[in-house]
């Protein structure tokens, strides 16, 4: 009788393991469809993620390559406008009429340029708020047009007008 019950456990105790590892083997499975289809979808969205990069690195390496171009550098305003030290409204008007048509530009960019074109002939540096004045009185006047009004701590950018 030991013998049997020897041979009857190890049966049930086989008949046990088997069980387990058909459920270990179907559980396998659905981790292995599941894992076949998160790669499959990972997979695709590489792709696509590689193909966009590799277009903005074009559009990037493009961009880099316009913008270090070389641009064609305004001509300088006609350094003749009558007197020693020049008015601010004449230089002002040179400035503007050098840009072209489509520049947008502030009082900050248009002091720079007098500053350096006429900055030997002026005492001191001119002063971006009487610039501003000016820039504004031209606009009013129909010489200029806001591109973008001013606020605080954002300068106004204006345009030329074509015939201005």
């Known amino acids: 009788m030991a013998?049997?019950?020897s041979f009857d456990s190890i049966v049930a105790r086989l008949?046990?393991?088997i069980v387990q590892d058909r459920e270990q083997e179907a559980l396998?499975?659905?981790h292995e469809a599941f894992h076949r289809e998160r790669r499959t979808h990972f997979a695709a969205e590489l792709e696509k993620l590689t193909a966009i990069l590799e277009a903005f690195r074009t559009a990037a390496d493009t961009a880099l390559d316009l913008a270090r171009r070389e641009a064609l550098p305004p001509s300088p305003p006609s350094p003749d406008i009558g007197?020693?030290?020049p008015s601010l409204t004449k230089m002002v008007a040179r400035i503007v009429e050098v840009k072209r048509l489509g520049d947008v530009f502030g009082t900050a960019?248009?002091?720079q340029e007098i500053n350096r074109h006429?900055?030997?002939r002026l005492r001191r540096p001119v002063k971006p708020k009487l610039v501003s004045i000016v820039l504004r009185r031209l606009a009013a006047g129909g010489r200029l047009r806001t591109v973008q009004p001013g606020r605080p701590h954002h300068e106004a950018l204006y345009g030329r007008v074509?015939?201005?």
């Open 83 to 85: 007197r020693r030290k």
């Open 162 to 164: 074509e015939g201005g």
């Open 28 to 30: 396998h499975a659905q």
């Open 109 to 111: 960019a248009v002091t």
């Open 15 to 17: 008949e046990a393991q």
């Open 3 to 5: 013998f049997e019950r």
């Open 118 to 120: 006429y900055g030997e």
